[in-house]
């Protein structure tokens, strides 16, 4: 499969009549010299990054001689002088490099640098072609035309960007739409965030119509502008919203937190989990508001395990445990100073 990829800033999408090889390709169709690196998932579920391949205008270069194996890769591309941006990070250094791991960057040596996302449509090869500014042409046919039931999930109502505020483009968690207090809005869970769009506030209506229809949790990337800060709000205008397949590494945790528990040790105290929202009753009252995450081991934790972090919106306290055993009617949480485990049984 040929694809035009976007590289470094004013790069657009495209396509090249180049033969196909096993693997992975770059061509470089710009006036400009390109240093390219690559993310990937490798075997084992370890997430590596490569580079640099140096390609001037009118070169290509294979980047991976091998059948891809994945759907999704991701890349950076960079000219001198020039800059690039995109939502994912990965490790990388200024001379060549192959790194294990995306975390931890700066501790180990690295820098932290962005890549963007290709869909090479389960592709076994692949070609990203780096355009110059022109015109978009028609993107191929092949794997890339997904029957209704693979296509992701999308809402389009674009308005000019930085119109409303800073631009953005990131990859986060649709955690629901609500109406509370007399607004009406769709949230997500952003690197620990709230983001919020309301209606009348710059997001199209027919998009955020769309939203209420849509199953949550849900992976996705969001495109559109950020209107103001809070503690750990961000107020946001959308002009697109994309599913993103397998894009949250804690999905089957996410979806099977999601309802009403009651605890097991003092049956008087119930949590609610909706999206990334949780609240808190004791019998029978509502006692407390959080804003939930799930990531890596809890800080100064003693053993690894999933983090549950969890911050009060009244106060902005935080607290972490580890998830342990979850299932469809079951939820332990451990505490990771004492050890002692706190266990839920759904309620119906």
Known sequence: MNRWISGATGLVLGALPLAAQAGLEVCNATDLRHSVAIGYEAPGGVWTSEGWWQLAPGECKPVMGR????RYFYYRATT?????????SFCSTPDPFTIAGDKDCAARGYD?????????????????????????????????DLSDEEAPLESLHPFARGSLGEPFTQNGIFTGCELIDGLDYCSFEVEGWRYHAYYG???????????????????????GDMIAYGDITVEIALGRVTEVFDGDFFSEERHLMQGEWQSLDDPASRMT????????????????????TLGGTCPDAPFEGIGWTRTELETQDSWCVHLGEVTADRLELINPGRGNILTYSRVD
Do not use: C
């Open 273 to 292: 989990i909706r999206g990334a929202d949780v609240y808190d009753y004791y019998n029978g009252a509502f006692s407390g508001h959080q804003w939930m």
């Open 67 to 70: 059948d891809l194996g994945r």
């Open 201 to 223: 506030a710059g997001t199209a209506d027919a998009l955020l119509d769309d939203l209420q229809y849509w199953p949550m949790p849900l992976a996705v990337e969001l495109e």
């Open 80 to 88: 001198p002088g020039g800059d690039f941006d995109g939502p994912f």
């Open 112 to 144: 932290k640098t962005r890549f963007r996302k290709v869909d090479t449509g389960n592709a076994a090869d692949f070609t990203l072609t780096l355009v110059a500014d022109g015109p978009a042409p028609v993107a191929p046919k092949g794997a890339a």
